[in-house]
């Protein structure tokens, strides 16, 4: 398997931020806090092995492949791939292959109420030719909560007092953890539902699963008052979006609303008008930036002006290639499955992408050709051929290494969790369904206009303006983990016309729009169960 190795932005020196090659610190889960939390450089050490953590769970599997438009149904394999790469889209309900221009075709078709459990599930088989992409990994939590259990510590160890820190320092640490806490609850809501919820750095009792809109809400009063100790952004380029700002902590305080509007349906105004006024806060900060799409690559290098918060990697650093969180699943990032040559090397290895977006989908997304983010993120957008199209969008900074052209990695790119684009089209959401419609076009209108796409025209409110901007996110979004997770909030996860991948309403209120959770979960848990929905499905 193709190994890279990753950069963490760590906090070092007088200014305390600099970028060096991963430090080999005290596991997480070896670490107390009476013997370890002596100094800033303790508290740095610990921060950036929650980081590590982070980046090494997300980067096991295709998180944001499967999290995304491969659950949803988008995605389709290529005939020329067999069971093994081309399985990893079936994920979606797809029985249907994308044609081979030699003639090798399978266009059979499954009723999608059928096919969305099975094919999850087979997904979930790591014995199978698509093991390489380790979706077996999504059922387990354990790794969620040894990051938050170091970020229990860190809180309890700063309200104790850490020597060396000033009041600042102290804040601002403590504001940090609750961050890298809050996003992994929001994690694992999306994939899991109810979770266990806990804070306590010493929690010895165990709990049972609480409800997910609970667990969300305690988050979101964990991170409100506090969001304001974190600093807004970084000035320094090379530090933008790797560690916790107020930006990223407005973006997921967004996000986690949103969730809960979906769900918690008595009181979704009361989140609509959290998100409306967290938006607003954010674009008036004029903190962050779009960037023109002439400078896509930028972007998705990492550490732009557009970046919220993600998980950065980089090739261009050589270190220890033992050490466990530098090694990312070679198939991680999503652009892996749907670029080739000249995109990928060798030529001779690369001949076609593993999949593509089925034509309907794409033309449904863009109606309007004239849409800049077709010429700059796609080759043969509408082709469903996996000899032609490309998904350009992931396919900047190729890496190229003369000493071995034969090289096969992918392009040199970040892993974005939240960008602005995600938190300007959350804002224009929640306003829709506020009924200020004109806020909500006028803001849809920015990320519009950034594509160079037909504006939304005034007084076109009501259904059509929030499926518009329920598009709009599927447009800007593809790719970066949104789409599925957009599906099941909204309910139209319960829709064909959404979605080639449906759930009935019986299904979605059993939970079948979550993932199974591993039965490691049960350890030392009397209290936990597992999610009853994929109960005897053999996991």
Same mark, same amino acid.
């Given at each position: ?119 999850? %599930? ?5 014995? #199978? !030719? ?6 077996? *990994? =999504?059922?387990? /939590? $354990? ?95 090379? %530090? ?5 700002? #107020? !930006? ?6 967004? *996000? =986690?609303?949103? /969730? $809960? ?112 983010? =077709?010429?700059? /993120? ?162």
């Amino acid at each position: 398997m193709k190994r890279i190795t990753i950069c963490l932005i760590i906090i070092i020196g007088a200014t305390q931020y600099g970028c060096k090659k991963f430090l080999s610190i005290t596991p997480i889960d070896k670490l107390t806090g009476n013997n370890f939390y002596k100094s800033k450089e303790d508290v740095e050490a610990n921060i950036t092995d929650m980081y590590g953590q982070l980046f090494e769970k997300y980067t096991r599997t295709a998180f944001a492949a499967a999290t995304g438009e491969f659950r949803s149904g988008e995605v389709i394999p290529a005939a020329q791939g067999g069971e093994g790469r081309a399985g990893s889209a079936r994920i979606g309900g797809h029985k249907r292959q994308a044609p081979d221009p030699r003639g090798n075709t399978d266009k059979q078709t499954v009723p999608q109420s059928e096919v969305n459990d099975r094919f999850l %599930l087979e997904a979930l088989d790591n014995g #199978r !030719g698509w093991g390489g992409y380790n979706f077996k *990994n =999504l059922t387990i /939590w $354990n790794e969620y909560y040894r990051v938050i259990q170091a970020a229990n510590l860190l809180v309890s160890k700063t309200a104790e007092g850490i020597p060396g820190l000033t009041d600042e320092d102290t804040k601002r640490y403590d504001a940090e953890a609750r961050f890298i806490r809050s996003l992994c609850y929001f994690q694992m809501v999306r994939l899991y539902g109810d979770v266990v919820y806990y804070t306590d750095a010493y929690q010895k009792d165990p709990l049972p699963r609480e409800n997910m809109v609970s667990v969300i809400n305690k988050c979101i009063a964990d991170l409100k008052d506090f969001r304001n100790n974190l600093p807004l952004s970084f000035s320094d380029p090379s %530090l933008k979006g790797v560690r916790a700002t #107020r !930006g990223a902590a407005i973006v997921l305080l967004m *996000n =986690l609303n949103m /969730w $809960n509007a979906g769900f918690d349906i008595p009181n979704r105004n009361k989140y609509y008008e959290q998100t409306a006024s967290l938006g607003d806060e954010i674009m008036k900060s004029n903190a962050f930036r779009l960037l023109p799409l002439s400078e896509w690559a930028t972007v998705v290098k990492g550490r732009s002006d557009e970046s919220l918060f993600e998980l950065f990697r980089t090739l261009n650093y050589n270190t220890n290639r033992d050490n466990p969180f530098q090694q990312a699943n070679a198939y991680s990032p999503f652009g892996d499955g749907f670029i080739h040559f000249p995109y990928k090397q060798p030529e001779y290895t690369h001949r076609y992408s593993y999949s593509v977006f089925t034509s309907e989908y794409m033309s449904k997304l863009y109606p309007d050709q004239g849409d800049q983010r =077709l010429i700059t /993120w796609f080759v043969a957008p509408f082709d469903q051929n996996p000899e032609t199209f490309q998904l350009k969008k992931f396919a900047f900074n190729t890496f190229a290494d003369a000493a071995n052209p034969n090289l096969d990695l992918n392009p040199d790119n970040t892993y974005i969790i939240f960008r602005y684009a995600d938190a300007i089209l959350l804002r224009a959401e929640a306003l829709a369904n506020l009924a200020r419609d004109n806020e909500a076009i006028t803001v849809l209108n920015v990320i519009r206009g950034r594509a160079q796409a037909p504006l939304y025209p005034a007084g076109s409110g009501d259904k059509n303006l929030k499926d518009a901007i329920f598009l709009e996110r599927s447009k800007e979004l593809m790719g970066e983990g949104s789409r599925y997770f957009d599906l099941v909030r909204t309910r139209r996860i319960q829709s064909s016309e959404w979605t080639d991948n449906p759930l009935s309403a019986d299904k979605f209120n059993r939970g079948g729009w979550t993932w199974p959770i591993d039965a490691s979960a049960l350890s030392n848990n009397p209290n936990m169960t597992l999610n009853s929905y994929w109960i005897g499905s053999g996991l």
